[in-house]
T-cell receptor, first 113, second 113 residues
Framework: DSGVTQTPKHLITATGQRVTLRCSPR?????VYWYQQSLDQGLQFLIQ???????AKGNILERFSAQQFPDLHSELNLSSLELGDSALYFC????????????FGPGTRLTVL | GENVEQHPSTLSVQEGDSAVIKCTYS??????FPWYKQELGKRPQLIID?????GEKKDQRIAVTLNKTAKHFSLHITETQPEDSAVYFC????????????FGTGTSLTVIP
């Protein structure tokens, strides 16, 4: 157990819908990263927050957004869902802003039907 | 942006043999290179990392080498064991104005008892 929690574990929804994925970092970690893992594309970095502020953006679609709250938990919002958005979404946390070990949560498996 | 290539995509070795996985990166400013192990259905876990001011790092049966001139880094696993079977991902990170992580496409390692 890494100490990072993600909810829900599984999510099944329909195209066009909107979902919110939640992540709670390890106690004391200020950085939260979001990743998308699909079978054909490996791990894709989406976005990073550090102490409530956005720090880096990767391959995150405009339909996706995220935020980190004062209690440091983070939410990833996915809207206008498409079949191709079906994937495993991981969050990871780190105590430092960059270049440090990231601890991954168990992931949320999203299935868009 | 950064481009990380990882080879091979699959690797089978006999128990006790060594395994080597190679990654190349394109951005010479990248300065942090972690390796993650992901067992089937589980979260990625950091197994070793190296920074650009170091050429080699070792942790028991695992070692990583970095060649900054050639822009490649490699994971070496010696005396492989069946529990080493997993997917291994390399990543490159550059901390400057952003903190994006770029992952390789993964290597599925099978250790045959």
């Amino acid at each position: 157990d890494s100490g990072v929690t993600q909810t829900p574990k599984h999510l099944i929804t329909a195209t066009g819908q909107r979902v919110t994925l939640r992540c709670s970092p390890r106690s004391g970690d200020l950085s939260v990263y979001w990743y998308q893992q699909s079978l054909d594309q490996g791990l894709q970095f989406l976005i990073q927050y550090y102490n409530g502020e956005e720090r880096a953006k990767g391959n995150i679609l405009e339909r996706f957004s995220a935020q980190q709250f004062p209690d440091l938990h983070s939410e990833l919002n996915l809207s206008s869902l498409e079949l191709g958005d079906s994937a495993l979404y991981f969050c990871a946390s780190s105590v430092v802003e960059s270049g440090g070990e990231q601890f991954f949560g168990p992931g949320t498996r999203l299935t868009v039907l | 942006g950064e481009n990380v290539e990882q080879h091979p995509s699959t690797l089978s070795v006999q128990e006790g043999d060594s395994a080597v996985i190679k990654c190349t990166y394109s951005d010479s400013a990248s300065n942090y290179f972690p390796w993650y192990k992901q067992e089937l259905g589980k979260r990625p876990q950091l197994i070793i990392d190296i920074r650009s001011n170091v050429g080699e790092k070792k942790d028991q049966r695992i070692a990583v080498t970095l060649n900054k001139t050639a822009k490649h880094f490699s994971l070496h696993i010696t005396e492989t064991q069946p529990e080493d079977s997993a997917v291994y991902f390399c990543a490159a990170n550059k901390w400057s104005t952003g903190n994006q992580f770029y992952f390789g496409t993964g290597t599925s390692l099978t250790v045959i008892p």
